[in-house]
């Protein structure tokens, strides 16, 4: 029989004995550890140590989190907060149900504050970190898929998700599945910051706004097609105003920060810079001493044959010749 659409996983979590196993929580972990690797890489290409960006990802990666489940949880309070809900389940992040406005807002507060403490300019930070996200997005995307949720309207395309639950008002069907577009989308955003990047040499946090802003247009047409409860204001749902807020926020800043600060940084951490200093001045005294023996030697050797053709001429020969005798005239 073909496989007319996605099925569902009939749990989220799996049972290591008494270990309960969550796939959203994977999927978000192994995204934290991508972003991590990929912006290691990118930071040490820049002239950054490595670990660096890890250590930063300590404050950035709960701020984040943080951030994301609070904007969740205040844009959809009724969720939590309404007649026959319990609010202990606003702390259930496991459930699902993290922000990525939140998530990037105070996840960037973290990161101010990890890049602070190290004397690193954020802006530079980002930049490195930025098609991390993305592919992180893109992996945490499918945590979606294990909680039967962001699907879009009713389909019966071949690449449709199966919807087995009926739990939260959720009509079981068949449905475009929102999750595989926003996570296919966050891939082709990653690329195109990675390409751009090494194309234009984009600095000053302009590859992190250039992320920002591609995220944005997926967004919105990825949000405009989902199906589950949202705000609204004026007939669009609140995901997709913000959506065009932040776009051209981060439209303004690249445009801006390119006529204000044109390329890209010098250096981007301090003390990797002093240690490269250092190191270049080292060999530069180590050379200029090997350079000063080599003309110690050759002065030498040019004494010693001086010395030796002064030895070697014939005035020297006649005067030693004089002398010889006339020490014998004496001895006689």
């Known amino acids: 029989m073909e496989l007319a659409y996605i099925p569902s996983p009939s749990s989220g979590v799996l049972y290591l004995g008494p270990i309960p196993l969550r796939g959203y929580a994977f999927c978000i972990i192994i995204g934290v550890f991508v972003a991590v690797w990929l912006g290691n890489k990118r930071w040490i290409a820049r002239g950054g140590r490595a670990g660096t960006v890890a250590d930063i990802a300590v404050w950035a990666v709960p701020f984040g989190l943080v951030g994301g489940r609070l904007y969740h949880v205040i844009t959809d309070y009724e969720l939590y907060f309404s007649e026959g809900r319990d609010w202990v389940d606003a702390f259930k992040i496991w459930e699902g149900g993290l922000g990525i406005w939140g998530a990037i807002a105070l996840g960037a507060l973290g990161a101010w504050i990890g890049c602070r403490r190290r004397g690193i ?8 970190v930025a098609p991390g996200i993305a ?7 499918w945590g979606n898929w294990f909680n039967q949720e962001l699907y879009g309207r009713s389909t019966d395309l071949p690449w449709a998700v199966e919807i087995t639950s009926s739990a939260d008002g959720r009509i079981p069907g068949t449905y475009h599945p929102a999750f595989l577009y926003e996570s296919l989308w966050c891939v082709a955003v990653a690329l195109l910051v990675i390409w751009a ?3 234009f040499r984009l600095g000053h946090g302009r590859a992190f706004a250039l992320y920002v802003a591609a995220y944005c247009v997926g967004r919105f047409w990825i949000e405009y097609m989902r199906v589950d409860e949202a705000h609204h204001i004026l007939g669009l749902r609140l995901n997709n105003w913000t959506s065009v807020l932040v776009f051209l926020l981060a439209v303004a800043y ?10 890209r940084e010098d250096v981007v951490e301090p003390a990797a810079g002093g240690d490269a200093e250092g190191a270049a001045k080292d060999e530069n005294d180590a050379a200029d001493e090997n350079d000063a023996n080599d003309a110690n030697d050759e002065q030498d050797a040019h004494e010693e044959h001086d010395e030796k053709n002064q030895e070697d001429s014939p005035d020297v020969k006649a005067a030693r010749d004089s002398k010889d005798g006339a020490g014998s005239a004496k001895k006689s």
């Open 254 to 263: 690249i445009v801006l920060s390119a006529r204000k600060r044109p390329g």
């Open 135 to 141: 592919f992180a997005q893109a992996i945490g995307r």
């Open 121 to 128: 300019p954020l802006p530079a930070y980002a930049d490195a």
């Open 197 to 199: 990047d090494r194309r």
